[in-house]
């Protein structure tokens, strides 16, 4: 027959309620008893049913992740981080994928997440999306990852010298004439886009420096995508001599698309992109790298704390974590 709590109580000559107390790290148990309990439990071989253990503390053991997509190197590294801390902790993530063939993302409606996870964790969602406000003011805990928003805990990098680096790199090079790759039309509603652009922009003009609109391609943040903008900036007569692509991945497809046409990303036109993908040291790609990973972790670690704490979705201040240039093959001064 199975060992059960009661098994475990009459070894020890406590209560079942004490063995529970002792076995699930809460307080009001005395270091000897809850070191006997621990004992006899692990020579009984009994270990607590997770189900009873969610009843009795009235949670779900659950953490809820909303996120645009999932297969996007991005995305999936960040789930890692998250992963990585709910697994420790014991706990069970609930993967909830709002993306549509339309690109349109669709927050699930706030009153499911009320019975079915204990916190939520929200990446890159905008912060002036109106159902992620419907989430928030259900008063559960929440951390955002990849935006921020006053009162809610967050973990960001700052986009804005994220780009300003990768920019005054190539402006440090002698670049003058600099294309873009960027993800979306300039009113997408990822906030990282428009800070990177801005950091993009606002370097260019500190330098005294033009933006020219026909340097400015669409690559939405995929490697296919990089490839068709960084071929529609070669079309153009005065073509860029270095090229700022908003993702590594982007970057990646603009590298090939310059190869296609006869070019060596270094030699003939310089490019540079931000993340720091697992594939950038493989392809020599000089990058502004994120903690991708941390982020997720990060996170996930501050949504823990409010869980813990009881303290809703009003948590911990929000984190910046720190980006860092890494100079390889693909850039070099202007010819």
């Not at 993967?95 to 929200?122: E, I, K, N, W, Y």
């Not at 090939?256 to 060596?264: E, P, S, W």
């Amino acid at each position: 027959m199975a060992i059960t709590i009661r098994d475990v109580a009459e070894a020890a000559g406590v209560s079942t309620a004490t063995v529970s107390r002792a076995l699930r790290g809460l307080p009001n148990v005395d270091e000897a008893t809850r070191a006997r309990v621990q004992a006899i439990a692990q020579q009984l071989d009994y270990v607590i049913s997770p189900s009873a253990s969610r009843l009795a503390s009235g949670r779900t053991g659950s953490i809820g992740v909303i996120t645009p997509y999932i297969s996007r190197w991005f995305f999936s590294t960040v789930l890692s981080g998250v992963e990585s801390v709910l697994h420790n902790a014991g706990m069970d993530l609930l993967l909830m994928s709002v993306s549509t063939a339309d690109f349109q993302h669709r927050l699930p409606p706030a009153p499911r997440l009320r019975r079915r996870v204990d916190g939520v964790l929200a990446i890159a969602i905008p912060p002036d999306d109106a159902q992620l406000d419907e989430v928030i003011e259900l008063g559960m805990p929440t951390s955002l990852i990849g935006t921020a928003k006053q009162g809610v805990a967050g973990v960001t990098i700052d986009d804005v010298q994220a780009a300003r680096t990768a920019t005054q790199h190539l402006l440090n090079l002698g670049h003058t004439r600099i294309g873009v790759i960027s993800g979306h039309l300039i009113d997408a509603p990822f906030t990282a886009e428009h800070d990177r652009y801005r950091g993009y922009r606002e370097t260019m003009e500190d330098a005294g420096l033009e933006i020219d609109p026909l340097l400015e391609a669409f690559g939405y943040f995929t490697v296919a995508g990089g490839e068709q903008a960084m071929t529609a900036l070669l079309t153009h007569r005065n073509r860029p001599t270095a090229v700022f692509a908003m993702s590594d991945e982007m970057a990646f497809g603009a590298m090939r698309a310059m190869r296609a046409h006869g070019l060596t990303p270094g030699k003939d036109i310089s490019i540079i992109g931000i993340d720091n993908h697992d594939l950038s040291e493989l392809l020599d790609l000089t990058t502004v790298a994120q903690p991708v990973f941390d982020l997720g972790r990060v996170a996930a670690e501050a949504l823990l704390v409010q869980i813990r704490s009881g303290n809703g979705a009003v948590g911990p201040d929000s984190f910046v974590l720190p980006t860092q240039l890494i100079v390889r093959g693909s850039t070099a001064p202007v010819a």
